[in-house]
C-alpha cells in the first residue's frame, strides 16, 4: 500500500531556516499536504502542492516537490519559537483532492532561543 | 475554532464499559473520517463516510464502531477497549476546498 516516510525530530536555532522531508512511494498522487499539529490541537492545514508543480512559496514557506523521487520538503524561514510543533506530510491516495489522505508519522520540530 | 468539534476532549475508561465519541462540523463538507494518532506511528485511517454512507474500514476491530447519522455528524462507538486503544482520536471533514480540516481531537485512555 502507499507508504508516507518522515524523520522524528528536528532541532534547530531561532532565526535559522527549518527543512523538513518526506517521501511517498504512491506515483498517483495528484497532491501532497503540509499540516501543522501544535500541542493538545488537531491537524493545521499549511500549504499543499499540486504534482505538476515543483515549488510553492506562501510567505515563509516554501514547499519543493521531485516527483521523479518521490521526495517533498517543507522548508520555514526564519523559524521561531511559536513553530514549534509537529508536521505532519499527506499524500492524496487518488486522483480527486478529497480522496483519503495518508500520513506520515509527523516530524516534531523543536526551536531553541 | 477549526469548524469541526470533538467531545468530549478526554476520555478515560475501563476495558468493559461503553462510551462514544462524537464529532460534528457545520462547514457543508460531505465526507467525514476518524484517524487515530499513536505515538511514533503514522496517522491511522479508520474509517471514511461519504454523504453518510461508509466507504472505508480499514481492518478495524468491531470493538470500534462508527455512525453516521447525516453528513454533519460523525460517532464512534468504543465497547471492551483494550489498553493499546489508548490514543488521540481525531475527526476531520472534508468537502469542495482542498485537504481536511480536523478537530481537536479526544484523548482516551483505557484503563
Known amino acids: 500500500g502507499e507508504d508516507v516516510e518522515q524523520s522524528l525530530f528536528l532541532s534547530v536555532r531561532e532565526g535559522d531556516s527549518s527543512v523538513i522531508n518526506c517521501t511517498y512511494t504512491?506515483?498517483?498522487?495528484?497532491?501532497l499536504y503540509w499540516y501543522k499539529q501544535e500541542p493538545g490541537a488537531g491537524l493545521q492545514l499549511l500549504t499543499y502542492?499540486?504534482?505538476?508543480?515543483d515549488m510553492k512559496q506562501d510567505q515563509r514557506l516554501t514547499v519543493l516537490l521531485n516527483k521523479k523521487d518521490k521526495h517533498l520538503s517543507l522548508r520555514i524561514a526564519d523559524t521561531q519559537t511559536g513553530d514549534s510543533a509537529i508536521y505532519f506530510c499527506?499524500?492524496?491516495?487518488?486522483?480527486?483532492?478529497?480522496?483519503?489522505?495518508?500520513f506520515g508519522t509527523g516530524t516534531r520540530l523543536q526551536v531553541f532561543p | 475554532e477549526t469548524g469541526v468539534t470533538q467531545t468530549p476532549r478526554h476520555l478515560v475508561m475501563g476495558m468493559t464499559n461503553k462510551k462514544s465519541l462524537k464529532c460534528e462540523q457545520h462547514?457543508?463538507?460531505?465526507?467525514m473520517y476518524w484517524y487515530k494518532q499513536s505515538a511514533k506511528k503514522p496517522l491511522e485511517l479508520m474509517f471514511v463516510?461519504?454523504?453518510?454512507?461508509?466507504?472505508e474500514n480499514n481492518s478495524v476491530p468491531s470493538r470500534f464502531s462508527p455512525e453516521c447519522p447525516n453528513s454533519s455528524h460523525l460517532f464512534l462507538h468504543l465497547h471492551t477497549l483494550q489498553p493499546e486503544d489508548s490514543a488521540l482520536y481525531l475527526c476531520?471533514?472534508?468537502?469542495?476546498?482542498?485537504?481536511?480540516?480536523f478537530g481537536s481531537g479526544t484523548r482516551l485512555t483505557v484503563v
Open positions: 463516510y461519504n454523504f453518510k454512507e461508509q466507504t
Open positions: 504512491d506515483s498517483s498522487s495528484t497532491y
Open positions: 462547514l457543508g463538507h460531505n465526507a
Open positions: 499527506a499524500d492524496s491516495a487518488g486522483t480527486y483532492n478529497t480522496d483519503k489522505l495518508i
Open positions: 502542492i499540486f504534482s505538476n508543480m
Open positions: 476531520a471533514s472534508s468537502g469542495q476546498d482542498y485537504g481536511y480540516t
